[in-house]
């Protein structure tokens, strides 16, 4: 309510709930079956760390370029992305492993795997959108292009791993 107070009151009761059972939904997941954790409300509803406020709120940033852009996201999948930073270099790179960990996820029935995968996504996807501009005025139509699509897949890989552990992601918070 307090960063967004022209919310319907339903609008945040929503997203309060969606936060609420994504948030014990993943800490269950993203922890080795075999291990002992610590139930703590407060470390699965933190929005920094390896917690699903943490990865809603990536996936929702990046929402927010495209709608500061004037743009839909689904116009930039498939779109051709040139690598010419550090950070774009590391995040295509991740990007590529998706169906990889998938996989050992899948034949080792370990969804922590895919869970640290996502956690590693939207790090390195913050690392990305700090040192490599997407919207600033001196960055040519070429490189906006090209990151405006490393965005658009980072979006949807978060997407579908998201939503492969039963976690709907939010448009906005």
Known sequence: RERNPEWASEEVTALAKTLGVSSMKYADL?????????????????????????????????????????????????????????DEHR???????FAEKLLQTAKENYPHYLCGYIYELAGLFMKFYESCPILRSDVSDDIRASRLALAALTGETLKLSLGLLGIPVVERM
């Not at 993203?30 to 929005?47: E, G, P, Q, T, V």
């Not at 852009?69 to 930073?85: M, P, Q, S, W």
């Not at 995040?91 to 492993?97: E, G, N, R, S, Y």
């Open 91 to 97: 995040l295509a790179v991740h990007i590529a492993k």
């Open 30 to 86: 993203s922890k080795n079956r075999l291990s002992d954790y610590i139930f703590s409300f407060d470390k699965m509803l933190a929005f920094d760390g390896n917690t699903a406020p943490y990865l809603l709120y990536a996936y929702t940033r990046i929402n927010s370029i495209f709608n500061k852009a004037g743009l839909k996201r689904e116009d930039y999948l498939g779109a051709t992305i040139v690598i010419n930073e550090f």
